[in-house]
């Protein structure tokens, strides 16, 4: 991959999964025959601004690393007490956001939509993590899991197709720039 960045408002993560399930076939009309999909976990239609508390952790520039071929920078802000927004960079200076995505509280769900309207919202939150389920036209679950102060990883899982296993992806996710030890 050249560049780590997001595309269509969708955080880089998500995006690597979302271009892999492609190339496995994910894309392609189920025939018949094809096994049927799993249902998605139920998502949370009562979150409050309270709840999204919980994620300040999250905040903060990151670098992420994993099953990549080089390093991909984002930047979680909560830009109010109901809008979570991930920028992502084209290198570790964060100088030029390439990309910006938005998960948002409304209605009492929390989820992002991309500009081909795959939609995913919070199925779980609590004070160390939050899981994202797929909604409308996505196929991925994706959770982002505090390890440490400085350290959390997103686990990306996608269900098998008629041509394609099931999977998972796990990205480290380290504060960036790193945080000196006293």
Known sequence: MARMKTRYGIPFIVLTLAAGL????????????????????????????????????????WRGTGDIDKPFYERYKFENDATLAVESFEDEQFTKATDVSRFVLKDGEFGSTDAESRRSAASAIDANSVTFEPVVKARNTFRFERESENSW??????????????????YKMERWPPVEKK
């Open 153 to 170: 990883k997103a686990i990306l899982t996608w269900p098998a197709t008629d041509k394609a296993p099931a999977g998972q992806r796990i």
């Open 22 to 61: 492609v190339f496995a076939g994910a894309g392609c009309a189920q025939k018949p025959n094809a096994p049927a999909q799993t249902p998605a976990k139920p998502v949370l239609k009562n979150i409050t601004t309270a709840d999204l508390a919980k994620l300040r952790w999250i905040e903060g520039s």
